[in-house]
């Protein structure tokens, strides 16, 4: 049986096992969460590693997909350093899913929506998320100059996002 192992560094509250079968496979899956526990985390990836299928990543991810170009978040690289047993921390999925999110959202709620207006707290963080709901023509309000830069502002400037994404 396969074995799959996520090390999150969300709450341990959340930890769970499962053994689930894909393409015929049988393979048990387990979360582990560490409280935000960077040392624990890697110890873990440590203790852990070969003797598992496939690691899964919570809490955090390797880098950013932004406006075409990638910036590696290198606080994450040195909890998989090292390691034999592959690593992967959702991105691509999550990308193909938040891209088709706006369509999603209006072809099932467009009716319970009084306005096609959303607000994105931090879009440097979730680019596919926006070309999502902007593809699908929401109106689009961007946190990132107060949230980034600590600045007392929202805009309504996909530029504006941009640039402070890229800062």
């Not at 959303?118 to 999502?132: E, I, M």
Request: proline share 4%; aromatic share 10%; hydrophobic share 45%.
């Amino acid at each position: 049986m396969k074995q799959v192992v996520s090390i999150s560094l969300g709450s341990s509250q959340r930890d769970h096992q499962v053994t689930t079968t894909m393409l015929g496979q049988p393979i048990q899956i387990r979360r582990i969460g560490v409280d935000g526990d960077f040392r624990r985390a890697r110890e873990l990836f440590l203790e852990l590693d070969g003797t598992v299928d496939a690691f899964g990543m919570g809490g955090c991810e390797f880098g950013i997909n932004f406006d075409g170009r990638y910036y590696p978040l290198r606080a994450v690289a040195p909890l998989v350093q090292g390691l034999k047993t592959p690593v992967v921390d959702g991105s691509g999925v999550r990308g193909v899913v938040e891209r088709a999110m706006g369509s999603f959202v209006l072809s099932n709620l467009a009716n319970a929506l009084d306005q096609q207006r959303v607000l994105f707290c931090v879009a440097a963080a979730r680019f596919d998320l926006v070309q999502g709901f902007q593809e699908a023509g929401f109106e689009m309000k961007f946190g990132d100059p107060g949230f980034i830069l600590g600045l007392p502002i929202t805009s309504r400037s996909f530029w504006l996002a941009r640039t402070a994404g890229r800062v």
